[in-house]
């Protein structure tokens, strides 16, 4: 997105995953933690050591609980490594939505998860791109290069002599703006259909399945179905669902199930690839 | 080693790398770390978890560098997590040799390594067994039962008549207690010779070649030449070689040049199986 490559959760052998599937680690400038259970974050020391060993220099930052810090800070100590990278931590509050990062061409808001502890989603959205020119236009009214920049921006042009041309008829409306939600690990809940209201595509953790809505109740997870609720709210183009209990060995089931709720629905696996754009959502495995 | 399964040093994945060479992770009730770099510790916390979440019972036990607690301890507090099993931590001094646990059959020593962090080796010797009864004696002799558990020991059997047999009569040498000692990570360093002389199989790192032996002297780690000059003077019967850095693609390269030195080296790697009796050791791929 806006070519940024954020890494969201680092589970134990992220490294390793990233390598397999020749992701190229050192663009990674922005990491996501979305809470401190160990399948989220034990990767992260791994990966910062291994920037370290690879003489990265590019500034890292990492958005998650406040422990974070003082966990990595801890065992950069132990080995006393001084990287030779600045490590930016910021913490997140997961009592409410708010906007933890925003940039020229793209915003990243953290919302509230209802789990076992504090945990975090995160909202990735493009901001509104600019409006795009009509070189007929241009050339029609002897635009100035100069003032292609605020037309872009969708202001009116006024030309030299004082005539004023509406945006409309110079430009064309802009590409669209895309948007990710990346929610887990939660419970079931309304407002997640609020805060994701809109979304391109919503990623919804399905740990379970129906049968087994009284364990996701106490573990604090979510079924297929309750994924698909979230997603019948929300409108997104495209939901995803994942996280799924070890105790389960196909994935279809929660494909299966959540479609009788929401239809466009897809139970990812790792390695997948999904590329989003204003026209179509084409998955590769 | 006597029933015992001892896992030395955890890096990132190590729980995975359990479950693909299929060894059950649940029999592990002693852990060894021998210091806090990534590569050696980094897997630890996500193998508790997971023996947390396999609802483990039985007690572990950690020997390594006293940071070790603090920072599983911070990880465990982070995620709320409460073992169902007792964790015992043991801080090994990494300043001179100890005896860190001894059992009934079995004892285990930390000696001091050579690197650029607080680290330390570990010798695994059994404790000497019985000797083997002649069952013939013990017929000829007609030694009542409950007399044999001494004579296993070692004494001299006294007849209720008060007539004496030496020991030597009525038993046959105890099969070879065997040893093994593991030195990483570590420089050159003469006492580590020293301090595992006679073991049955000797593993020291040997992180790089002869020809990079001042970026070996600089980083505190040794070369294969090096590793072998410590099995010369310690006379294992088996040195087995590993940690190679990973510009080197080919194993063998150390092996060849180890062996200019101490012929009997193995270059190990990883789900290599080494199987150790009196009579020989044997290496399974």
Request: glycine share 4%; net charge negative; aromatic share 10%.
């Amino acid at each position: 997105m806006a070519e940024r490559f954020f890494l969201i959760d680092c589970g134990e052998g992220t490294q390793l995953q990233l390598r397999r599937y020749k992701l190229r680690m050192g663009k990674i400038n922005h990491i996501f933690i979305s809470h401190l259970h160990g399948d989220h974050y034990f990767g992260l020391i791994g990966l910062i050591s291994s920037f370290h060993l690879q003489n990265r220099k590019n500034d890292l930052h990492i958005y998650g609980p406040s422990d974070v810090e003082k966990i990595i800070q801890v065992q950069l100590d132990a080995a006393k490594t001084q990287l030779g990278f600045q490590l930016h931590f910021h913490p997140v509050d997961a009592s409410e939505p708010q906007i933890i990062l925003s940039e020229r061409r793209v915003e990243v808001t953290a919302i509230p998860m209802r789990h076992s502890i504090a945990c975090t989603g995160f909202i990735f959205r493009e901001k509104p791109k600019d409006r795009h020119i009509l070189p007929e236009k241009m050339k029609e009214y002897q635009v100035p290069v100069y003032d292609i920049y605020k037309i872009k921006k969708g202001e009116d042009w006024v030309s030299e002599t004082g005539f004023t041309v509406k945006n409309e008829e110079l430009t064309a409306p802009p590409t669209e703006s895309l948007s990710y939600a990346f929610c887990a690990d939660t419970a079931y809940a309304q407002r997640t259909a609020i805060f994701t209201k809109g979304v391109d595509v919503l990623y919804h953790e399905s740990t379970f399945l129906q049968t087994e809505k009284a364990l996701a109740d106490k573990t604090r997870h979510s079924t297929a179905i309750q994924a698909a609720k979230v997603a019948l709210a929300a409108q997104p183009r495209l939901l995803l669902i994942g996280h799924y209990s070890v105790r389960y060995e196909d994935d279809k089931l929660f494909e299966d199930e959540a479609k009788t709720t929401f239809e466009n629905t897809v139970a990812v696996h790792e390695g997948m690839t999904i590329i989003a754009s204003a026209d179509d959502i084409t998955i590769k495995e």
